[in-house]
């Protein structure tokens, strides 16, 4: 079996295993792991809990852009990236049809000059985002090897497919085996490291604005 063959098969299913053993087992906890209720009664006018929920994760989704420097830079710069791994994963034909493949459903792809754009900004959004970690003394006292590790797991697929596509790696093959074996650690460190927010933010953030509604907190 040569690389690509195992990339694409045994080592692309394992990481695909254990992402929804992780996904779903960090899931569970969260959701079933026993609280204490809140037997206080709901201020007047509060919404119902679903409705609350709802909108603080709908609120919460538009940036509060502040006038200072650091702030202003850190939401924008997370942005850029948010979006632009969005337009590269859901965007690019060839992750269209991986998709397919295994959901069996597909749309149409963004032009690849697009894609190559959102790329080359992404990256540099991640660079940049690395940048302000190691220069900041804030957030490099508050950083832990999970912020590294999933800083590069996160960039590994973006730099590997863009040599990919810009035929930079020789031979091809070869090139397609590291990037996708690139994308395989990325799912296997998901579930278990920082990038799970992509999974909890949501849930996170509904059980807040639950909370501060049925408290009477204005938001």
């Known amino acids: 079996m040569d690389l690509l063959s195992f990339a694409r098969g045994p080592a692309l299913q394992f ?14 906890i969260l959701l079933f792991t026993p609280q204490a209720r809140d037997l206080t009664p709901a201020r007047k006018g509060a919404l119902p809990s679903p409705i609350a929920g709802g909108r603080e994760v709908f609120r919460r989704m538009w940036p509060e852009i502040h006038p200072t420097g650091s702030n202003m830079f850190t939401t924008i710069n997370g942005y850029v990236f948010h979006l632009g791994l969005a337009v590269i994963v859901f965007g690019f034909a ?35 985002a690395l940048v302000k970690r190691l220069t900041s003394p804030v957030l490099r006292l508050i950083s832990t090897l999970d912020d590294y590790i999933s800083w590069a797991v996160t960039i590994a697929p973006l730099i590997t497919g863009y040599m990919l596509v810009g035929r930079l790696i ?33 849930i996170s953030r509904a059980r807040t604005g639950a909370y501060l509604n049925h408290r009477g907190a204005q938001l």
């Open 15 to 28: 990481a695909i295993g254990v992402f929804c053993f992780g996904v779903t087992w960090r899931l569970a």
């Open 170 to 202: 020789q031979p091809y093959n070869t090139a397609l085996a590291v990037h996708i074996l690139s994308f395989v650690v990325l799912l296997i460190w998901l579930p278990f490291g920082k990038l799970m927010h992509a999974f909890i933010v949501f």
């Open 94 to 128: 060839p992750h269209i049809q991986l998709i397919k493949s295994i959901f069996g459903t597909a749309w149409p792809s963004l032009p690849n000059f697009v894609i190559h754009i959102a790329g080359g900004v992404t990256i540099a959004s991640l660079i940049a």
